[in-house]
């Protein structure tokens, strides 16, 4: 059954998009409720799968590690049956998405990984991978819009 959100649900994600870390007190006074309802709401949209997860963006001039990026593109065999394919590619850390495309490819995978070593190792893991046919892989040279 599909969880219809009121606006208190809305404007909680909303707050928690901009800001994942904000106390429950200073959550509840921003969108208007006690703080023992923001922490229940919060609960049941981790338990409807509205929030999946609480991450870091780093920001500019922020320290993080050197990283490489790269976009893997996967021509399965079969495109109705390459499910397999997809849960291969959930098991591998690096890959941060994978979406189904049109066209030529099946796939788009994005993969960040510490080095270009590793992205070769991924690419050589999935281009073996029962019903991978092709696949193509690109370098991104820099970033210039990450949200």
Not at 43 to 60: K, M
Not at 122 to 138: F, K, N
Request: proline content about 3%; overall charge positive; charged content about 30%.
């Amino acid at each position: 059954m599909k969880r219809i959100l009121d606006r208190a649900d809305e404007r909680i994600l909303a707050e928690l998009t901009r800001n994942a870390r904000i106390p429950h007190a200073e959550l509840a006074e921003k969108v208007n409720l006690s703080r023992n309802a923001v922490r229940q709401r919060i609960e049941r949209l981790e338990r409807d799968s509205l929030i999946l997860g609480y991450t870091i963006v780093a920001g500019e001039g922020k320290p993080r590690t050197a990283g490489v990026t790269a976009l893997m593109f996967v021509y399965r065999h079969d495109r109705m049956r390459g499910g397999e394919v997809i849960q291969a590619l959930k098991r591998l850390p690096e890959v941060v998405s994978c979406d189904v495309i049109s066209g030529e490819f099946d796939l788009v995978v994005r993969v960040d990984a510490s080095a270009t070593d590793r992205i070769r190792e991924i690419w050589q893991e999935v281009s073996v991978l029962p019903g991978v046919r092709d696949t193509l892989t690109a370098f991104a040279l820099s970033s210039m819009i990450k949200r």
